[in-house]
Structure formats: structure tokens, C-alpha cells
């Protein structure tokens, strides 16, 4: 039995883990629920699931999910909220592993407690890996503590490796679906709305990641952690535009063989394969051999799409480059939805930001955090 502590436990990849949980029952339970704001969801599976402790974002939702837990005659749960609350179940006694799948940063300092504390991760954060992979791998690797991709091009990329020594990997290649604009004008995108750029040809996702998706800066930031995840420096890692989204990622060796990794469009298998690696139990997650009829692989437009382009660039810097190109991202994609800035002026804030970043490493989750708060004032300032 394999006790989880969930980071994001409301969000879609913490309720595929749960629906996991919930199909393997002999082999996972829950220990620790990390819920963010939605009470509602959190009191659902904390009176379902029964956890050690579940943790909200406030000490006022804290206060309220104590007293609708009581009302339940749901005992002997405690109740965290904030930093300390997610921390809190990251390193929870109990827990044997820790999926961490809060967005953005603000699960980073649970993660690398999680590791400092000896726990097994699985990452479905990329903000955590472009931000302080670094830090985090370096801390890995000196405790002996696997971190397993959840994202399902990193998950692809790591069963591709497993067959092959890691001196042997000439290229690491992620695929992108090419986002909703792949065939569109160029001159047409400044006029792009947040409908449009809303409506993903492929995955249903949250809306920064589908804007994200969009600009194809998603894979940007899937390069960066490539090479953290990977050690691998950026020059070997490639990016193909892959629109039926059916290869997930592939991997070529030395020898010229590449291979494949597929599998339907269901994050429910990445998430079971990192709960149960190095088994593979079985599911019923299997993928239908006639869609593979038609398979298209382009090189990426980086004229069309310059966030992809600048994010190589800042995967060859590191350090404060990787946290300014997501903190930047972040703040412009906000402004795009609001509609305060036309879909080209995510790449050109982005850009803006990275001219006036210093090539730094930061040494630690504090100075990662105070980068990340620097490159977002400097990025709202440019769009006040």
C-alpha cells in the first residue's frame, strides 16, 4: 500500500490521481490533501477519502473547512492552511509519495521539502522545474530521491529512456500539438482573441496552460524542464509540431533507432505510471491502433511563435533567465485575458523581461521566490 500526499488535490490532475486512488484501492490511499481554495471540493474529499491532514490557502477557509468537517462528523483530520498547510502534507509522516500538481510556483516550497524529507515526486508542476530545477535535482540526486514526471511528454520521454543508457541519447524530442494557430497568418495574430486562443484543438486544460499552448510557450517551458528532468543540456532537446498529438514524445539514440512513446490522450496514465513505476499495472487506459492511420511531425515556426524561441534562449542561460521567462509569461498571459494586451504582446513582454534580467543562479528556494517577484513587478510595470 502506497500512502499520497496530493498537492492540488482540486485541480485536474490531483482528481485523476484520486480516480486512481479510487480504481487501485489495494495499492494507494490517501494521507495528505493540499486543496487550494475550493472548500467545497476539499470538505467532498476529505469526508470521502479520510486523510491525515488536508490543508487550504487561508486561515479563514481553514476555519470554515474545520467547522463543516465537525458538521460532518469527519474526525480526526487536521486542518493547515497556507505555505506551512502544504508543507505540512509534502512531508507528512505517513506519506510515501507526494504528487505535486499545484500550478505555478506556489507549490515549490512543499516540493522541495517533499525531496529534502526523502520523498519520492511526482511532478506535474513544470513552474517548479523551470523555476528552481536546479535546486531541486541537485537535492535529488545528494538524497537519492526519484522525481517522476507527470506531464505526459516527460513521462513519454522518461519510458523512452529506459531502454537505453543515458550516454546514448542523441536528441530528446517533445512534441506540441501546434496549439489553435499553427496554420494561422501571421499578420492575423495581433488580432486574436481570448476565445479563440482558449479553444485547444486537443487537451482540455486550465486557462493559463491553453493560452500557454497557444503561443507555444507550454513547450518552451517543457524544453527547460526537459533538461533539468533529463540533464541534458538544450542543444539536445527538440521540439516537433505533432498535431494529432498521438505520440506523446520520442527519443533518439546514437545509433539512429528513435522511439516512440503512445498512448491515448488520458493523464490518467502518466499519473499511474509514476504512482507505480517501475511496475506497470494493468489498465484499461488502451489506445485504439487505427488512429494511427495519419501522423505528422513539422519543424516549429519560431517567427510564428517567438515565446518557443526565447525560451531556448533562457534554457541556455538558466538561473534567473528560466524564472523570469515563466514569472513574465504569468503576468502577461493575465493582462492578454483581460484584454489589456493583443496576443502579440505576450511574446513581447516576455522578451522586454528577459533584456533587463540578470544572468544569475540563485542558490536557494528564497532567492528563487525573490527572483520570481521581481521579474512579475518589472513585467507589471511594462503593461501599467
Not at 489506445?287 to 533562457?314: G, K, M, Q, S, V
Request: hydrophobic share 45%.
Amino acid at each position: 500500500m502506497k500512502r499520497l500526499a496530493i498537492l492540488g488535490s482540486t485541480g485536474s490532475i490531483g482528481q485523476s490521481t484520486l480516480s486512481i486512488v479510487e480504481q487501485f484501492p489495494e495499492r494507494y490511499s490517501v494521507t495528505a490533501l493540499a486543496a487550494g481554495r475550493n472548500v467545497d471540493e476539499a470538505l467532498a474529499q476529505a469526508v470521502h477519502w479520510r486523510p491525515k491532514v488536508v490543508s487550504v490557502a487561508t486561515a479563514e477557509l481553514a476555519d470554515q473547512l474545520a467547522a463543516r468537517l465537525r458538521e460532518a462528523g469527519a474526525s480526526g483530520i487536521d486542518v493547515a492552511h497556507g505555505t506551512e498547510g502544504t508543507v505540512a502534507c509534502s512531508t507528512h509522516a505517513d506519506a510515501d509519495f507526494v504528487v505535486s500538481a499545484i500550478v505555478g510556483v506556489a507549490g515549490l516550497e512543499a516540493t522541495h521539502a517533499a525531496i529534502l524529507a526523502g520523498k519520492p515526486v511526482g511532478l506535474a508542476n513544470k513552474e517548479c522545474m523551470v523555476a528552481a530545477g536546479e535546486i531541486l535535482t541537485a537535492a535529488a540526486r545528494a538524497g537519492n530521491v526519484p522525481i517522476l514526471p507527470i506531464d505526459s511528454e516527460h513521462n513519454a520521454v522518461h519510458q523512452c529512456m529506459r531502454v537505453g543508457e543515458h550516454k546514448e541519447v542523441r536528441y530528446i524530442w517533445l512534441t506540441a500539438s501546434g496549439g489553435p494557430f499553427r496554420q494561422t497568418p501571421i499578420e492575423a495574430f495581433a488580432s486574436i482573441s481570448p476565445e479563440q486562443a482558449l479553444k485547444h484543438p486537443t487537451w482540455v486544460m486550465g486557462r493559463r496552460i491553453t493560452i500557454d499552448s497557444a503561443t507555444m510557450l507550454n513547450k518552451g517551458l517543457e524544453v527547460i524542464e526537459a533538461c533539468r528532468l533529463f540533464d541534458v543540456p538544450p542543444s539536445q532537446v527538440r521540439v516537433t509540431v505533432h498535431p494529432q498529438s498521438t505520440v506523446h514524445s520520442l527519443v533518439e539514440y546514437v545509433d539512429g533507432s528513435i522511439l516512440a512513446q503512445i498512448s491515448v490522450t488520458d493523464m490518467r496514465l502518466p499519473i499511474l505510471y509514476a504512482l507505480a513505476y517501475p511496475e506497470r499495472p494493468a489498465s484499461n487506459l488502451t489506445f485504439d491502433l487505427a488512429a494511427l492511420r495519419h501522423l505528422d511531425f513539422d519543424p516549429p515556426d519560431f517567427e510564428r511563435f517567438p515565446c518557443l524561441r526565447l525560451a531556448f534562449e533562457a534554457a541556455e542561460k538558466g538561473g534567473a533567465h528560466c524564472i523570469a521567462l515563466n514569472a513574465a509569461d504569468e503576468v502577461a498571459v493575465e493582462a492578454f485575458l483581460d484584454r489589456r494586451i493583443p496576443f502579440t504582446g505576450i511574446a513581447d513582454t516576455i522578451a522586454r523581461v528577459l533584456a533587463d534580467t540578470p544572468e544569475t543562479h540563485p542558490a536557494t528556494i528564497a532567492e528563487v521566490l525573490a527572483e520570481d517577484r521581481q521579474a512579475r513587478e518589472r513585467a507589471r510595470a511594462l503593461l501599467n
